[in-house]
């Protein structure tokens, strides 16, 4: 069982930078692809982004592409999301989620953890 804890969500204006965390419990973290994604009031859960276990890929979302950057630390059982240059369209619940079978992907069916989110709101 692994349970994910996203934190680092907040308020900022827009063209600020924001980095999320999200802490993992399990001693398979470093064996687990690691995406986050985000969903806006009324819209579906979206991909952001995903890395591989071992951070050699990391795949982004074409609307965050250059803007944010994935990262794990395996001794950490830590991934994080650094936002830069945010804009009011990059507000959202953020989640993380892990795929125990290591692939990842861009669809939400693909992960068997979900943390419990963490609001981004960006001001224009």
């Known amino acids: 069982q692994v349970q994910l804890v996203e934190s680092g969500g907040g308020l900022v204006q827009a063209g600020g930078s924001l980095k999320l965390s999200c802490a993992a419990s399990g001693r398979a973290f470093s064996s687990y692809a690691m995406g986050w994604f985000r969903q806006a009031p009324g819209k579906e859960r979206e991909f952001v982004a995903v890395?591989?276990?071992?951070?050699?890929?990391?795949y982004y979302a074409v609307s965050v592409k250059g803007r944010f950057t994935i990262a794990r630390d395996n001794a950490k059982n830590t991934v994080y999301l650094q936002m830069n240059s945010l804009k009011p369209e990059d507000t959202a619940v953020y989640y993380c989620?892990?795929?125990?079978?290591?692939?990842?992907?861009?669809?939400?069916?693909?992960?068997?953890?979900w943390g419990q989110g963490t609001q981004v709101t960006v001001s224009s």
């Open positions: 890395i591989t276990w071992s951070s050699r890929s990391a």
């Open positions: 989620a892990a795929d125990q079978y290591g692939v990842g992907g861009t669809e939400t069916n693909r992960y068997g953890y």
